[in-house]
């Protein structure tokens, strides 16, 4: 990728949202990049849980929630680099899950700082998955990027996924309703 398109990504404003989404449903990206972030006034169930378990696991860490650019990262260690942990209600979208974190590994790296690996933590099930962020990972990562500026460039979201996990999407009042 070379630097004018770099410089188109950071223009995009993708959030680490927007990839995981990217990953799970094009619609909802779509839908959540203009502005439609019903994951914030739905009552949906999953996403109440959600918010729960980040308000209440984890308390102790020092380096909570630290933002800049497009990201934010729910905490940090450091030991020699910087470790990226996210904490996820449950590992359905484990897929989507590694991509944000693995976004968010690069975003520091563009940044200038020592990272290449993180955790994702489901306390619900009490795992936590170990990711690393290869050389290969880079170059798929910026096809997922140009992929979400090829969705957010629409006119109009796609049409309805149809799956069996839309019944429990904070945007299914929106999408079949």
Known sequence: MNSDQVTELRKAHITGTMVAYYFICHRKLWLFAKGLNLENISGNADVIKGRILHETRFNRENNKEV???TVKIDFLHYNGQVYVHEV???KKFEEA???QLKYYIYMLQEKGVNCSAGVIHYPSSMRREEVNFTPGDRELLMKALAGIQA???KP???KKAGRKMCSRCAYFDFCYI
């Open 88 to 90: 996820k209600k449950s």
């Open 67 to 69: 933002a800049f650019d």
């Open 151 to 153: 969705v957010l460039s």
């Open 156 to 158: 109009l979201p796609e």
């Open 97 to 99: 899950h590694t991509w």
